[in-house]
């Protein structure tokens, strides 16, 4: 069984960054896709980015393209998520989850996991942009 602790989370300004972590604990996780979601209050649990083994293959919402950065560590069994340029409209909390399920490639692009994939979460950290 995985365990997932989530860290780095807490309040900024708008404009601000933030570092969030996400230890796995309890397996190897270097072959599993660890994504990062989240769920503003009165809104669904959407995915923020994704990750696939080494990093070669990523995934991103649309919302934070080039604002936000997914990276992982496998000696470390960890994944980051890098958020630079908070905005109030990114404040949710934010959950980290892993799943066996891989990417497929077709279509000339990457198809990450779909939510509902993901096997395993964390608690959650809570992101508050002001």
């Known amino acids: 069984h995985v365990q997932l602790v989530e860290s780095g989370g807490g309040s900024v300004q708008a404009g601000g960054s933030l570092r969030l972590s996400c230890a796995a604990a309890?397996?190897?996780?270097?072959?599993?896709?660890m994504g990062w979601f989240r769920q503003a209050p009165g809104k669904e649990r959407e995915k923020v980015a994704a990750?696939?083994?080494?990093?070669?293959?990523?995934d991103y919402a649309d919302s934070v393209k080039g604002r936000f950065t997914i990276s992982r560590d496998n000696a470390k069994n960890t994944a980051y998520l890098q958020m630079d340029s908070l905005q109030p409209e990114d404040t949710a909390m934010y959950y980290c989850a892993i799943t066996r399920s891989a990417p497929a490639f077709y279509g000339g692009s990457w198809h990450f996991p779909e939510q509902r994939e993901y096997n395993y979460w964390g608690q959650g950290t809570q992101v508050t942009v002001s």
């Open positions: 309890g397996d190897d996780v270097s072959n599993y896709c």
């Open positions: 990750i696939f083994i080494n990093g070669g293959s990523t």
